[in-house]
């Protein structure tokens, strides 16, 4: 179970990965659900959207 903003290293499955001048980038998926987007200088987190009943 992942808190807060930071997500356990060992919850997270490397999904993609590519070079860009800029430096790798890579796209992470955590088991909660959250992706991580890792560049050389930036970490996002996109939590998973919760589901809602109308």
Do not use: K
């Amino acid at each position: 179970m992942c808190s807060g903003h930071l997500h356990d290293p060992l919850a997270l499955t490397v999904v993609s990965s590519h070079r860009t001048s800029g430096g790798l980038i890579c796209y992470l998926r955590c088991a909660c659900g959250a992706w991580e987007v890792r560049t050389p200088g930036t970490v996002i987190t996109v939590q998973p959207r919760r589901r809602t009943v109308d």
